[in-house]
C-alpha cells in the first residue's frame, strides 16, 4: 500500500526566510503527487500537483516542489515565507495504476507551518 | 461557481446517537470522495461515488456508517450508532474527472467537525 511520509509536524519559519517542507512516498512506480494546504476554518486547496510531466512544479501562491524519483521525495518550497503562509500543508498521492478504478489520495499526517515575524 | 459545501459545519452528539453529514459537490462533477481526519492522524479515505453508485467503499471503518448519493447531486454520510471513535473532521471532495492522464483536481469541502462525547 501507499504511504505518505511529512518529516515534521509543525515547522516554524520567519518572514522572508525559505519554506522547506518535506514529503517522501513509498511507492517502486512514480505515483501522482499532490501538495494540499488549508487555511483555518477552510477547506483544502491544491498547491500543485505532479502527473509525470516536468519534474520542477509551480505552483499557487509562489511555491514550487520537485519530484525526484532517485529520493521519492516531493518535497515543497518557498523562496519567501510570507505571514499569509501560517496554514497546514498535506503532501498526498495517487497511485499511476489503480486496479479499483478508485483515484483515492493517500495523505500524509500535514506539517503545520508558522510563519514568525 | 459555488464550491463544495458540507452540513453542518460541527456536530456535537452523545455516543448511540445518530448524525447525518450532508455534501453538495460541485455541480457537474460525477465524482464524490468522503475522507475523515481523526486528531493527530492522517486524513483517510473513506469511500468514492460515481454518480450515484459506490465505485469504491474499502476505507468505510464499519458497518455503522451508510453513505448514500441518491440521484447523483447531493451525498449523504450517517453514522449510527456513533461512537467516540468517529469524533473528527469530515471531508469531502468532488472531481470531474478522475482519470489521471487528463488533467485532475478534487476540490474539497470545508469538512464538518464531529464530536461524539
Known amino acids: 500500500a501507499q504511504s505518505v511520509t511529512q518529516l515534521g509536524s509543525h515547522v516554524s519559519v520567519s518572514e522572508g526566510a525559505l519554506v522547506l517542507l518535506r514529503c517522501n512516498y513509498s511507492?517502486?512506480?512514480?505515483?501522482?503527487l499532490f501538495w494540499y494546504v488549508q487555511y483555518p476554518n477552510q477547506g483544502l486547496q491544491l498547491l500543485l500537483k505532479?502527473?509525470?510531466?516536468?519534474?520542477l512544479v509551480k505552483g499557487i501562491n509562489g511555491f514550487e516542489a520537485e519530484f525526484k524519483k532517485s529520493e521519492t521525495s516531493f518535497h515543497l518550497t518557498k523562496p519567501s515565507a510570507h505571514m499569509s503562509d501560517a496554514a497546514e500543508y498535506f503532501c498526498?498521492?495517487?497511485?499511476?495504476?489503480?486496479?479499483?478504478?478508485?483515484?483515492?489520495?493517500?495523505f500524509g499526517k500535514g506539517t503545520k507551518l508558522s510563519v514568525i515575524p | 461557481e459555488a464550491g463544495v459545501t458540507q452540513f453542518p459545519s460541527h456536530s456535537v452528539i452523545e455516543k448511540g446517537q445518530t448524525v447525518t453529514l450532508r455534501c453538495d459537490p460541485i455541480?457537474?462533477?460525477?465524482?464524490l470522495y468522503w475522507y475523515r481526519r481523526v486528531m493527530g492522524k492522517e486524513i483517510k479515505f473513506l469511500l468514492h461515488?460515481?454518480?450515484?453508485?459506490?465505485?469504491?467503499e474499502s476505507g468505510m471503518p464499519n458497518n455503522r456508517f451508510l453513505a448514500e448519493r441518491t440521484g447523483g447531486t447531493y451525498s449523504t454520510l450517517k453514522v449510527q450508532p456513533a461512537e467516540l471513535e468517529d469524533s473528527g473532521v469530515y471531508f469531502c471532495?468532488?472531481?470531474?474527472?478522475?482519470?489521471?492522464?487528463?488533467?485532475?483536481?478534487?476540490?474539497f469541502g470545508p469538512g464538518t467537525r464531529l464530536t461524539v462525547t
Open positions: 498526498a498521492v495517487i497511485p499511476a495504476y489503480s486496479g479499483a478504478g478508485s483515484y483515492q489520495l493517500t
Open positions: 455541480s457537474g462533477h460525477d465524482n
Open positions: 505532479y502527473t509525470s510531466a516536468a519534474t
Open positions: 461515488f460515481v454518480k450515484e453508485s459506490k465505485q469504491d
Open positions: 471532495a468532488s472531481s470531474q474527472d478522475q482519470r489521471p492522464l487528463r488533467s485532475y483536481e478534487q476540490y
Open positions: 511507492s517502486s512506480v512514480p505515483p501522482y
